[in-house]
């Protein structure tokens, strides 16, 4: 099981992007899928994660600009993220804690995706 991120890129301040994180391999349930962020000097913390009902939990900084969503027949995670600002330049990790591998008939934890890079600046 594997995450893959995308979507990153460069955006001025004010801008918009949508980040996409879709798993792959055999899966057969996953729990929770989730961002990450990183900045430069900082330690990786949390933006926002989503169950599998559809439950979020974001970040204060985010909160009302950050939207996460996800797709469970694509095993995909989304983060629509409006009005952005500098501090929200990052490396941006997607997180699942918790997919049942349909090869090994068993649970795999605390997977991460490789990150993918969000730079606001004019």
């Known amino acids: 099981v594997q995450l893959q991120a995308s979507g990153g890129g460069l955006v001025q301040p004010g801008g918009s992007l949508k980040l996409s994180c879709a798993a792959s391999g055999s899966i057969v349930s996953i729990n929770v899928m989730g961002w990450y962020r990183q900045a430069p000097g900082k330690q990786r913390g949390l933006v926002a994660t989503i169950t599998a009902g559809g439950s979020t939990v974001y970040a204060d900084s985010v909160k009302g600009r950050f939207t996460i969503s996800r797709d469970n027949a694509k095993a995909t995670v989304y983060l629509q993220m409006n009005s952005l600002k500098p501090e929200d330049t990052a490396v941006y990790y997607c997180?699942?804690?918790?997919?049942?591998?349909?090869?090994?008939?068993?649970?795999?934890?605390?997977?991460w995706g490789q990150g993918t890079e969000v730079t606001v600046s004019s």
């Open positions: 997180n699942t804690d918790r997919v049942l591998d349909g090869t090994r008939g068993t649970w795999r934890y605390n997977i």
